[in-house]
């Protein structure tokens, strides 16, 4: 069993910058791809990015140019770089991670592990 489990989250202004992370315990060597998604209470949950073991990547739209994702060299720890933080951006953000695929198919979902979750919340 595959536990995730995020930290970095806070509150931040406009335009600013936070890096999530998240760290992965137990058989992690058996994650193809991991990915980042975040939740608006009321609204469904969105896929934000992607990274697969070859380390190709998938962005959503709102994320190019802004958010990084990237991995340790051990593939055990997730991160998110967020740069030019919006409004619009505050969310719950969970890691997620699949046992097989690439990183479209975490994109994509649904995964077969999820985090708990890390607030973000991006202030005027």
């Known amino acids: 069993q595959v536990q995730l489990v995020e930290s970095g989250g806070g509150s931040v202004q406009a335009g600013g910058s936070l890096r999530l992370s998240c760290a992965g315990s137990?058989?992690?060597?058996?994650?193809?791809?991991m990915a980042w998604f975040r939740q608006v209470p009321g609204k469904e949950r969105e896929a934000v990015a992607a990274?697969?073991?070859?380390?190709?990547?998938t962005y959503a739209d709102f994320a190019k140019n802004r958010f990084t994702i990237s991995q340790d060299h051990a593939k055990t720890t997730l991160y998110l770089q967020m740069n030019s933080l919006k409004i619009e951006d505050t969310a719950i953000y969970y890691c997620?991670?699949?046992?097989?695929?690439?990183?479209?198919?975490?994109?994509?979902?649904?995964?077969?592990?999820w985090g708990q979750g890390t607030q973000v919340t991006v202030s005027s």
């Open positions: 997620a991670a699949n046992s097989w695929g690439v990183a479209h198919t975490c994109y994509s979902g649904p995964p077969h592990y």
């Open positions: 137990r058989d992690v060597r058996s994650i193809s791809c």
């Open positions: 990274i697969d073991r070859d380390g190709h990547r």
